[in-house]
């Protein structure tokens, strides 16, 4: 009876195991029939539209953008590359490329030089910020997008590429001729001792071995400059290379510890990344640095830290971007950049941002509703969210540009400004010493003056929008007098407005002039004196008590709203 029995059990397991075999091919094979039948409508849409469509189309403009559609809808990092973006791709993961150096943008209908890098051929070339480019390789400028002149200055290394520029305040115009080199960005823009105990570290980017450069750097502050705390600064870093962010995590924590681990579709997606080597420093007290603009890597790094009770983090919550790219390649040298994982943070979290709808207009994580937030726990039993992002265990609120600030970057006057006395002193002092004087600060407000510089605030924009919509809806006459009271109040003037937010202006008066002679790196040395974050980050790391306190069993750093 009991061999009976398991004969039929095993004929039922073997009916339902030929039922779920047969169900999976018919699945499979049903969705190959969907896309072939699918390209098929494409291709034939495709012919259509070329053969009877009234204007004649461009295959290629038209491909793409259904291809960047297509994507879009899927998430916003799953991207198509196309061969003549291969440049650009390339410097994003590499940091590497051969041109002549220098930042580009557009100025109303002027492609100008908005920041030459140190060291590159561009600024050895004499090309200065705010010289406008007008012509490239023989070909004039005029109506032509950044993209185009980009691709016009790269171009094979060691070969001359002409450019003629127009200077502000030179009355003729200047030929340069450039030969391009290979182009490589430091990761690590900035670098030192901020007092005789704090080492500070500016990492702008994940690129290929950046991990060994900033192991090198630590060793160096501790052992030569002996650093007895550090700050890492991963504000507006965009990300990059995980494997990279795996090595930064390692300089700070033992051998063998998991960082990261990523989950995919695909069997082969799902990874556990290591600490694969013998760290630098595990007790050093840390403080790493972020805001709304540090994504992916950045997001491994302090949320590892962070999930390891290794490091405070301090400032805004990050960006929310918790999705594997991987690339693939595709025919005619195209490639298409795929998510293919999630990655997951020591404490089991992912901090991808699920809810796409709810982003800010920058992309960054926005509000996030209470059903889709989870919570772990870190090594030492502290509470933490999902979500989206890394919210910071020490917050700082957003610094908020005022409407003039925003309006005065935007029309380029402190860039211009910035260029003109550039072009009139032959130098100033050391970064750290350097200071608007309230001289040069009256010579900027006579240059706006000179400009005929306006600006409306967004209040009063609004309330522009209100008076409209009151007036067709004839309300107006009714409340004339309380609209002409608010205006009153909200108007401004523009003498009241720079002596009521000098403070803001000329912190960015003195960014823009001090790149002008020392470039970035200097640029980061004056704004450390004025910087919020890296003196919070002092503060914490100059008391052991606080920084201790931070890591107590049961705190709960606040979930990502």
Request: charged fraction near 30%; proline fraction near 4%.
């Amino acid at each position: 009876m009991k061999s009976v029995n398991k004969k039929k059990i095993g004929i039922l397991l073997g009916v339902v195991l030929a039922v779920s075999v047969l169900f999976t091919a018919f699945t499979r094979d049903e969705k190959l029939f969907q896309i072939d039948k699918n390209l098929d409508i494409y291709y034939t849409l495709i012919r259509e539209l070329n053969l009877f469509y009234v204007d004649e189309i461009n295959p290629n403009d038209l491909v793409k953008t259904s291809i960047d559609k297509m994507l879009e809808s899927l998430d916003p990092y799953t991207t198509y590359i196309p061969e003549s973006d291969m440049e650009d791709f390339r410097f994003m993961t590499t940091g590497e490329y051969a041109g002549i150096g220098a930042l580009i943008g557009k100025q109303g209908d002027h492609i100008i030089i908005s920041e030459p890098y140190e060291g590159f051929p561009a600024q050895k070339s004499g090309l200065k910020a705010g010289d406008i480019l007008l012509e490239v390789a023989g070909k004039s400028t005029e109506n032509m997008s950044t993209e185009d002149v980009s691709n016009l200055l790269k171009g094979p290394a060691n070969q001359v590429v002409k450019v003629k520029i127009e200077r502000p305040g030179v009355k003729k115009s200047i030929d340069v001729d450039i030969v391009r080199e290979q182009i490589q960005i430091d990761a690590v823009p900035y670098y030192g001792m901020l007092d005789d105990k704090t080492g500070y570290i500016r990492l702008s980017s994940f690129t290929a071995n950046c991990g060994d450069e900033v192991k090198q750097i630590v060793k160096e502050l501790k052992e030569k400059q002996h650093a007895q705390s550090l700050i890492l600064d991963l504000r507006s870093n965009p990300g990059g290379l995980l494997n990279e962010a795996v090595k930064i995590v390692n300089i700070f924590v033992p051998k063998g510890v998991e960082v990261v681990s990523t989950k995919g579709k695909v069997k082969q997606w799902d990874k556990e990344y290591d600490a694969t080597e013998q760290p630098v420093d595990t007790v050093m007290p840390l403080a790493v640095l972020v805001n709304r603009g540090s994504a992916s890597a950045s997001e491994i790094v302090s949320g590892a830290l962070q999930d390891l009770d290794r490091a405070v983090i301090i400032g805004t919550r990050t960006f929310g971007k918790g999705l594997v790219q991987t690339t693939r390649d595709l025919s005619y040298n195209t490639k298409l950049k795929v998510t293919t994982a999630k990655y997951y943070i020591p404490s089991g979290r992912c901090i991808q941002a699920l809810d796409y709808s709810h982003r800010n207009d920058d992309g960054s994580v926005g509000v996030v509703p209470d059903s889709l937030i989870s919570e772990f726990t870190t090594r030492k039993g502290r509470k933490v969210y999902d979500g989206g992002g890394v919210t910071p265990d020490v917050k700082l609120d957003l610094d908020q540009l005022s409407s003039l600030s925003y309006n005065l970057m935007r029309d380029y006057m402190v860039f211009d400004f910035a260029t003109l006395y550039a072009n009139q002193h032959e130098s100033i002092p050391a970064p750290e010493d350097f200071e608007v004087t309230p001289e040069i600060y009256t010579e900027f407000k006579n240059f706006l003056k000179e400009q005929n510089f306006e600006y409306e605030s967004e209040t009063e924009k609004s309330l522009d929008k209100l008076e409209e919509t009151a007036k067709a809806e004839k309300y107006y006459d009714v409340a004339k007098d309380q609209f002409e009271a608010l205006r009153a109040q909200v108007g401004h003037e523009l003498d009241k407005d720079l002596n009521q937010f000098q403070t803001e202006i000329k912190e960015m008066m003195t960014d823009e002039i001090v790149s002008r002679y020392y470039y970035q790196k200097g640029a980061i040395r004056a704004s450390i004196k004025t910087d919020r974050g890296i003196d919070k980050a002092k503060e914490v790391l100059d008391s052991p008590e606080t920084f201790s306190a931070i890591f107590a069993p049961g705190t709960v750093i606040a979930k990502a709203k």
